[in-house]
């Protein structure tokens, strides 16, 4: 039987060098130790060898099933990294080739309705400031007269960091960033994205503002002129849509307003989406409050702001019911912007 075993032993080897694919090797190991192979025959035939020999054959058999595994799994990393290989060079994409059938994008549809936000601002002789996304209380809340018990600073809205940091929640800090570095007149929007503890159908913990802010001296700015302002913008956005304000409370404005437009799925005639008033709310507005004027050092001026979102209005010009469709990436949504 020892002559056996090494006949096998020599086959084995044989066997392994002409392997060229993995569906052969899987075969080969069936055959040497599968149910019915032919070293797991050998073992079966211990029981009948006399003492003396079963235990030299037994030591030679583990040797060769030992040998036979090792020679294997070498084998399979071989084959298997030759396969990978091919694998890879049949689905090779060149990507500096042009491919003339690929759509060209427009933008995601929030950049295509923030660049139109800012076209019509633009256009009007605002400037555009930024600022940083983490910013201090001071900025973010203090100057813009929110005392220390207002909810806007709540955990629950708010995401903190050490040291009274914590990333803005609206881009009302570049406003006060530009009236600590510039001289009058002020006229100036300051887009961005902002932060809040917020996610559902209408909320995204990530999404964009556009606010605006103009200052001059005192008696040169009012409502009327904000009113003005704000009709010629939602006209030039949503069409010809009605325009109303309604009375609202801010710690940053006095007077202080919400803006609402006809409802732009219904005309005003009353829908499920403007729960049945004809109107839709689109953005917030008011007088600047003499706090937030003081906390910089201003006297005697006058000034106008307002914030609005843009994910809000691309829903509205797009009908879309869900904020979270923006952000997913899907293409079949995408692709129809």
Known sequence: ???????????????????????????????????????????????????????????RLNTLKDTFER????????????QLNAQLEREYVDVSLFNSLKPHSLGHPIMQVLDRIVDYFVNMNFSIQSGPLIEDDFHNFEALNLPKFHPARDMQDTFYFKDSLLLRTHTS?????????HSLPIRVIAPGSVFRRDYDLTHSPMFHQVEGLVVDEAGRISFANLKFILEDFLRYIFGDVRVRFRASFFP?????????ISCVF????????????????????????????????YENVSGYAFGLGVERFAMLLHRVNDLRSFFETDLRVLEQF
């Open 1 to 59: 039987m020892l002559a056996e075993i090494e006949k096998l032993h020599e086959e084995i080897q044989q066997d392994l060098d002409s392997i060229d694919t993995m569906e052969q090797l899987e075969n080969l190991r069936i055959q040497i130790v599968g149910k019915k192979g032919k070293l797991t025959a050998y073992f079966g035939a211990l029981r009948d060898l006399d003492a003396k020999d079963k235990k030299q054959v037994a030591q």
């Open 71 to 82: 020679l294997y799994e070498d084998k399979r990393q071989v084959l298997g990294a030759a």
């Open 173 to 181: 800090p570049v406003q006060i960033r530009t009236m600590q570095t």
């Open 252 to 260: 940053f404005t006095e007077p202080s307003a919400e803006v609402d």
């Open 266 to 297: 219904c005309e005003g005639a009353g829908c499920r989406v403007c729960s049945h008033t004809g109107w839709l709310e689109v953005l917030g507005c008011g007088v600047v409050h003499n706090n937030v004027f003081k906390a910089v050092g």
